[in-house]
C-alpha cells in the first residue's frame, strides 16, 4: 500500500471516529468550554493509566486497546480545539525535528 493511501485510510478512519463523537454527544455543535475538554483530558488520563498496566503486564493486546483509546481520545480534543490529528502532529514534528539532545537512562533529553 503507498503512502497516500495509508494517509487517506487513517483520515477516513479519524473521520469516522469524530461522527462517532458526534453520535455519542462528545462532541457538540456548540462551541466547547473549558469543561468539556478537561473532561476528555481526565478521559486520556484514565486511558493513559490503562496503557501503564498493559505495559508493567507486558499485555501487547491490552496495549493496543489502550493506544487506540488514547487515540480517540486525542481526536476528540483535537476536534474542540478545532483542528485534527494531522495538524497537531506536523506542528510537532516540525519542533522535534529542529531538537538536539541526547537519551539517558531511555529517555530522549533535550538541549536547553
Not at 71 to 77: A, E, G, H, S
Request: proline share 1%; net charge negative; glycine share 6%.
Amino acid at each position: 500500500m503507498d503512502k497516500v493511501n495509508e494517509f487517506q485510510i487513517v483520515e477516513d478512519l479519524e473521520n469516522k471516529v469524530v461522527d462517532w463523537g458526534y453520535s455519542k454527544g462528545i462532541l457538540t455543535s456548540a462551541a466547547p468550554d473549558t469543561f468539556r475538554r478537561i473532561k476528555q483530558l481526565i478521559k486520556t488520563e484514565e486511558e493513559v493509566i490503562e496503557l501503564a498496566d498493559a505495559i508493567h503486564g507486558d499485555d501487547r493486546t491490552e496495549a493496543i486497546d489502550a493506544i487506540g483509546d488514547i487515540l480517540v481520545t486525542l481526536i476528540m480534543q483535537t476536534r474542540m480545539w478545532n483542528t485534527n490529528l494531522y495538524e497537531c502532529l506536523d506542528e510537532a514534528f516540525e519542533v522535534i525535528s529542529k531538537r538536539t539532545g541526547r537519551m539517558v537512562d531511555g529517555i530522549f533529553v533535550k538541549d536547553e
